[in-house]
């Protein structure tokens, strides 16, 4: 039997989810492409160092310690942040580090862990700063690609999932800080998303056969 967890929340109406009718666990499909991403890595020769993964906190937590597990070679994992600034509730487009890399990428193969692409704006400014740093290539690997809503051109060269414009959350994606242990993706309907944000909503998760 498959085990899934629907997410649920007052009026307690089933979400839809991102595979359609059933949940997506995602986890058996991460491993897959874990595994296809190992072999890239295998092909290819690299240093005693080894790669160097760089997941984007926080939402790739979960999907970057499924993927690596696949790995059977030297791999460092660094996490690093970083966040868009501006007035108000919209974004500007101006991205810094909160967390840069602590390793150096120098000379490296880095592969860049996102949870899921938007705009672009953040994937478009890591990329370009760590590829100031002289790395022997970046990689990009994203769990989900939005691309409806790109405002900046990013090549990704692996994609677990395409979604609609729609906000998602689980396995480790957030709503308001909720959600992220979730081992599928949900879509979160609009309303309850600003609801949550002012506190007014208490979700519950349950688990079915
Ligand atoms: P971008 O810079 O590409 O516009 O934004 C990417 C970031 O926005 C992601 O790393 C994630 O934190 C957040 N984000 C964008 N779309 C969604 C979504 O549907 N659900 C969640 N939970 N976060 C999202």
Redesign the pocket.
């Known amino acids: 039997p498959t085990l899934s967890l629907i997410l649920w929340s007052a009026p307690y109406r089933r979400r839809r989810l991102l595979a359609g009718e059933r949940p997506a666990i995602v986890a058996p499909l991460v491993a897959m492409l874990g595994r296809v991403l190992a072999l890239a890595f295998a092909a290819l020769s690299i240093e005693t160092r080894g790669a160097v993964a760089l997941p984007?906190m926080?939402?790739?937590f979960v999907f970057v310690a499924d993927l690596i597990r696949a790995f059977d070679r030297p791999l460092t994992v660094d996490f690093v942040a970083a966040s868009?600034y501006g007035a108000g509730t919209t974004?500007s487009g101006t991205?810094r580090w909160t967390k840069a890399p602590s390793v150096p990428v120098r000379g490296r193969h880095v592969l860049l862990v996102?949870?899921?692409?938007?705009?672009?704006?953040?994937?478009?400014?890591v990329r370009q700063r760590i590829e100031a740093d002289a790395p022997a290539r970046v990689r990009i690997v994203t769990l989900?690609d939005?691309p409806s809503?790109?405002?900046?051109p990013v090549h990704l060269d692996h994609v677990g999932f395409t979604?609609a414009d729609?906000?998602?959350?689980g396995y480790g994606?957030?709503?308001a800080g909720q959600?992220r242990h979730l081992r599928h993706i949900a879509v979160?309907p609009e309303g309850e998303a600003a609801q949550l944000n002012r506190g007014g909503v208490a979700a519950e998760t349950e688990r079915h056969r």
């Open positions: 984007l926080t939402g790739a868009s974004s991205v996102e949870d899921i692409v938007d705009t672009g704006r953040t994937l478009d400014f989900l939005k809503r790109r405002e900046r979604v729609q906000f998602v959350v994606l957030d709503a959600f979160l």
